[in-house]
């Protein structure tokens, strides 16, 4: 089967994203195209719309000067593209206070992120906490809570996870072994990954005695989130000494 066909402005917008480190999701926010769209531009050789072209060449204009694309009239432009200019300018302006925490999952909202996970609103509803001292910060991270007892004695139910979002054009390339937040449909689950072929992983509970592995396949992933720091809220019992003073 003959490659697909990516149009020249999808190229030159990756590369530019690529350039700055711009996250597709966070791309998505700033302009309000759907990620889904995005992504689809490159890996299906799907075209963006006429209002799509519109915004991407007034991103690309915006410090690389002129691109070549289709004409398109002034009054589209401007209507198209002036929301995703103020947002731009704002941003520099005026830092986003919420960027500075991050999203908390607890065990109670599990069910609801892995359906909502998607929504915007309900996404900046959720808690916010912070971490002082860590580079944890903005979108690209999540908290999630430790819900039952697949993983233990690595993680036990009430720990919370610090996790960095892995973008889906990553995901063929993530390491073995290392352990996950996968997010599907209608679960959430904390799991070791092996890498079996292109269209599927392995997905291993620490407490194996109990969990057998078994596969999860590439399309059922919504989200992909690699546990960066646990957060273990456990004290250390006490301690007799000998008392020789």
Not at 16 to 25: D, G, M
Not at 58 to 76: D, H, K, R
Not at 80 to 109: C, N, W
Not at 201 to 210: G, H, K, L, R, W
Request: hydrophobic share 35%.
């Amino acid at each position: 089967m003959a490659a697909q066909q990516i149009n020249p402005l999808v190229v030159k917008l990756y590369e530019k994203l690529a350039k700055q480190n711009i996250k597709v999701p966070e791309f998505s926010r700033m302009t309000g195209i759907p990620k889904d769209r995005i992504y689809k531009w490159r890996q299906e050789g799907t075209s963006p719309k006429s209002e799509d072209e519109a915004t991407i060449k007034a991103f690309l204009e915006e410090e690389n000067g002129e691109i070549n694309t289709p004409a398109i009239g002034t009054q589209q432009l401007e209507e198209s593209t002036t929301p995703y200019l103020l947002t731009r300018r704002h941003k520099k302006t005026f830092p986003d206070p919420d960027s500075e925490g991050i999203v908390y999952v607890p065990i109670a909202a599990l069910a609801g992120y892995s359906n909502r996970y998607h929504d915007p609103l309900y996404i900046h509803n959720l808690e916010k906490t912070s971490l002082p001292g860590f580079p944890y910060k903005g979108e690209q991270y999540r908290v999630f809570d430790v819900k039952g007892d697949s993983m233990e004695p690595t993680y036990k139910e009430g720990y919370h996870l610090v996790c960095e979002r892995i973008e889906q054009d990553q995901w063929h390339q993530i390491a073995n072994f290392y352990i996950y937040v996968i997010v599907l449909e209608n679960d959430i689950l904390v799991k070791r990954l092996f890498r079996k072929d292109a269209g599927s992983f392995v997905a291993i509970s620490d407490n194996e005695e109990f969990y057998p592995q078994f596969l999860i396949p590439v399309n059922d992933i919504k989200e992909l989130w690699l546990v960066k720091r646990k957060i273990d809220w456990e004290m250390a019992p006490p301690r007799k000494f000998e008392i020789k003073v």
